[in-house]
């Protein structure tokens, strides 16, 4: 089973679908907490009706977004780190809501929805391992501008939470 990620940073619409399309996702899970963005396009409305048009289903999944106190506090002192620690104790909470996103791409391939074009540094990166570890043989594809995804096979217990 495979679940792709993406973040939208740097891209426009038609690059952003023509990515997904070219990757064969059928639905597209947005885990922003809130689906808002000042980039025309990517906003919840916009892109649930855009990706419609192209045969993607929209799902949003906002208790998988990072909560705004720990988004605002990262905003404040930059340390990721600490970021990491409270998000994964925040995603620790989530159990139904990560069982209920397994079901989702169990069904259909699917692409996480966030921000950031670093997988390495935002919150889909630490939801897509937290399915991993209760999904058998998944195979974890960061997309992104780049012509080569980033394919990852985790083969770890658990996620290491930063000190």
Not at 13 to 42: A, M, Q, V
Not at 94 to 121: G, K, M, P, T, Y
Request: charge should be negative; include cysteine; charged fraction near 25%.
């Amino acid at each position: 089973m495979n679940l792709a990620t993406i973040g939208y940073e740097g891209l426009n619409g038609t690059k952003f679908f023509d990515i997904l399309l070219s990757n064969n996702i059928r639905r597209l899970i947005d885990i922003r907490e809130l689906p808002l963005s000042r980039k025309p396009g990517f906003s919840k409305t916009a892109l649930k009706e855009r990706a419609g048009n192209v045969g993607i289903q929209y799902t949003h999944l906002g208790k998988l977004g990072c909560p705004r106190p720990i988004r605002h506090a990262y905003r404040e002192d930059n340390d990721w780190n600490k970021y990491t620690r409270h998000f994964l104790e925040y995603l620790r909470s989530q159990d139904d809501e990560i069982e209920n996103l397994l079901e989702l791409i169990s069904v259909e391939r699917s692409c996480l929805l966030c921000f950031e074009a670093d997988h390495l540094r935002c919150h889909r990166y630490y939801v897509a391992e937290a399915v991993a570890q209760i999904a058998e043989d998944l195979k974890i594809i960061h997309l992104g501008a780049t012509e080569m995804p980033v394919v990852w096979q985790p083969s770890w217990e658990g996620i290491p939470i930063p000190q």
